[in-house]
C-alpha cells in the first residue's frame, strides 16, 4: 500500500538549513509527483513545492529563494532542503501523493 | 501566483444542519481543453493529517461519505455538507492545481453546537 514516511530533525537553529527526507513505498517516484506543504503551529496549510515524476520542480515563490527539492528515485526517497531558517518557520511539514499525506514531522526553530 | 479566498473562517452549526462553506479563486480554475475545474478540498480534523475529500470541485474521493458535495466552476465554488455530524469537526481547506505554485485557501474551521 501507498506510504509516505517524513523524517528530520526536530530542532534547527536560527539561520541554519533544515534538511527533511519523505521516504516512500507503494509506487514509483517515476510515476507520480510528490508535495511537500507545511503548516505553522495553529495557522493553515501552506504549499511549498513539488518534485514531478519526470523530475521537474517547482516552488513557492515566497519561499524560492531558499528551498530546493530533489530525489533519490533509488532509494525511494524526496529530499527538502531550506536554508537561512528562522522562527516563522516553525510548524509540522508533510509530503504528499494525492490523496496520500504523510503523518509530518514537527521542525522548531530556536536557539 | 493564484489567490484562494475562502469564508467564513470559522462557523458554528448544530448536528444535522446544512452548511456551506465558499472558496474563490483570484483567476478562473476552469481548463478549457477538458472543462475540468482543477479545484481540490481538503478535510484536516484536530491533530491529523489532512484528508483529499473531493478532487476536479466535485469529485467526490472513495469512501467519502455523499453527505459532502462540492460545487462551482470558474472561480467561485462551494463545499455543502448536507447534513452536519459530529465527526466532520475540522478545518476545511480548498487548493488550486491549475497551475503552479499550487496554492491554499486560509480555511474554514466548522464547529458543532
Known amino acids: 500500500q501507498v506510504q509516505l514516511t517524513e523524517s528530520g530533525p526536530g530542532l534547527v537553529h536560527p539561520s541554519e538549513t533544515l534538511s527533511l527526507t519523505c521516504t516512500v513505498s507503494?509506487?514509483?517516484?517515476?510515476?507520480?509527483?510528490v508535495y511537500w506543504v507545511r503548516q505553522p503551529s495553529g495557522k493553515g496549510l501552506e504549499w511549498m513545492g513539488r518534485m514531478r515524476y519526470n523530475g521537474d520542480t517547482s516552488y513557492n515563490s515566497a519561499l524560492k529563494s531558499r528551498l530546493s527539492i530533489s530525489r533519490d528515485t533509488s532509494k525511494n526517497q524526496v529530499f527538502l532542503k531550506m536554508n537561512s531558517l528562522q522562527t516563522d518557520d516553525t510548524g509540522t511539514y508533510y509530503c504528499t501523493r494525492d490523496p496520500y499525506w504523510g503523518q509530518g514531522v514537527m521542525v522548531t526553530v530556536s536557539s | 501566483d493564484i489567490v484562494m479566498t475562502q469564508t467564513p473562517s470559522s462557523q458554528a452549526v448544530s448536528a444535522g444542519e446544512k452548511v456551506t462553506m465558499s472558496c474563490k479563486s483570484s483567476q478562473s480554475l476552469l481548463y478549457s481543453e477538458n472543462k475540468k475545474n482543477y479545484l481540490a478540498w481538503y478535510q484536516q480534523k484536530p491533530g491529523q493529517s489532512p484528508k483529499l475529500l473531493i478532487s476536479w470541485a466535485s469529485t467526490r474521493e472513495s469512501g467519502v461519505p455523499d453527505r459532502f458535495i462540492g460545487s462551482g466552476s470558474g472561480t467561485d465554488f462551494t463545499l455543502t455538507i448536507s447534513s452536519v455530524q459530529a465527526e466532520d469537526l475540522a478545518v476545511y481547506y480548498c487548493?488550486?492545481?491549475?497551475?503552479?505554485?499550487?496554492?491554499f485557501g486560509s480555511g474554514t474551521k466548522l464547529e458543532i453546537k
Open positions: 507503494g509506487f514509483s517516484l517515476t510515476g507520480y509527483s
Open positions: 487548493e488550486q492545481y491549475y497551475d503552479t505554485p499550487f496554492t
